[in-house]
């Protein structure tokens, strides 16, 4: 089982910039697609960005298209969210998740495993 742990988050005005790190085990992190989701207290996890397992292809939530930005370094086992323009409604803890098909989803349901999560807080 591929285990994930994050790391990145951090308090930051707005209209910062933060970047998450997520770091997978195993071999085949190459052939899955990773996916960032969010949940802020009292909320829904929601869904935030997709990459495919080449990194070819990524999906974003409506609500950060534009700002976010998600890649992926298959030699480092390790995917990243570059967030900008951070906004207050940012704020939530973030979690990274892996799908283990090279198709990327915006449905949390499609993800297997799940990393502890990082606090990600932009205050006004």
């Known amino acids: 089982q591929v285990q994930l742990v994050e790391s990145g988050g951090g308090l930051v005005q707005a209209g910062g910039s933060l970047r998450l790190s997520c770091a997978a085990s195993?071999?085949?992190?190459?052939?899955?697609?990773m996916g960032w989701f969010r949940q802020a207290p009292g909320k829904e996890r929601e869904f935030v960005a997709s990459?495919?397992?080449?990194?070819?292809?990524?999906r974003y939530g409506d609500s950060v298209k534009g700002r976010f930005a998600i890649s992926r370094d298959n030699a480092k086992n390790t995917v990243y969210l570059q967030m900008n323009s951070l906004k207050p409604e940012d704020t939530a803890v973030y979690y990274c998740?892996?799908?283990?098909?090279?198709?990327?989803?915006?449905?949390?349901?499609?993800?297997?495993?799940w990393g502890q999560g990082t606090q990600v807080t932009v205050s006004s």
């Open positions: 195993g071999p085949t992190f190459r052939g899955y697609a």
């Open positions: 990459i495919t397992g080449s990194g070819g292809s990524t």
């Open positions: 998740a892996v799908r283990q098909t090279p198709y990327y989803s915006d449905s949390a349901r499609n993800f297997g495993s």
